[in-house]
């Protein structure tokens, strides 16, 4: 694939999505990941720790999606195919796999449960690096999640990940 045509999907957006933050999940993650401070399992702790709620541990975003995303709540705008299928799939019939290169998280407020968010993924990179006789595609996102009721931007995730031939 020509890399103007890896590039053509810049800008494009790759999923919208609501989730509701609840307490469970967002303890069950803190466990998942070995940690046990009590702020994020008790509301006496997060509000002693600063919190008007049960905050979420700096990764949770990385899977808030799958928690707290119920279909009726979805927005009915949905971005009309998918730019990563455009690209990765072509690159994934000649084989080579998927990785996950890196993540990061900018915090506006803290996450805390009660929450309701929502987010757009966009593209906002792509370029190819050769290392070892092989073509490394990376794709680079961005996911703006605002408050659903009053629009203030809450967190903005990037998410890094490459194809290697």
């Known amino acids: 694939m020509p890399e103007a045509a890896t590039k053509s999907i810049i800008g494009r957006s790759v999923t919208k999505s609501k989730v509701v933050i609840e307490r469970g999940p967002v303890s069950n993650f803190a466990v998942a990941v070995c940690d046990s401070d009590p702020?994020?399992?008790?509301?006496?702790?997060?509000?002693e720790a600063g919190f008007d709620a049960i905050p979420v541990p700096p990764t949770f975003p990385f899977v808030m999606s799958n928690w707290g995303h119920f279909p009726e709540n979805q927005p009915v705008d949905l971005p009309s195919g998918n730019?990563?299928?455009?690209?990765l799939g072509p690159l994934m019939a000649k084989g080579g796999i998927i990785l996950h290169g890196e993540q990061e998280f900018e915090y506006h407020?803290?996450?805390?449960?009660?929450?309701?968010?929502?987010?757009?993924?966009?593209?906002?990179?792509?370029?190819?690096?050769e290392s070892k006789g092989r073509t490394m595609t990376?794709?680079?996102?961005?996911?703006?999640?605002?408050?659903?009721?009053?629009?203030?931007?809450?967190?903005?995730?990037?998410?890094?990940?490459?194809?290697?031939?």
Do not use: C, M
């Open 39 to 47: 702020v994020y399992r008790d509301l006496e702790a997060a509000r």
């Open 83 to 87: 730019p990563l299928d455009e690209l």
């Open 109 to 129: 407020r803290p996450v805390v449960v009660g929450d309701v968010l929502t987010g757009e993924s966009i593209i906002i990179d792509t370029y190819r690096k």
């Open 138 to 165: 990376f794709v680079v996102t961005e996911t703006v999640w605002k408050d659903d009721t009053t629009g203030e931007s809450i967190l903005t995730s990037r998410f890094n990940f490459f194809h290697r031939s």
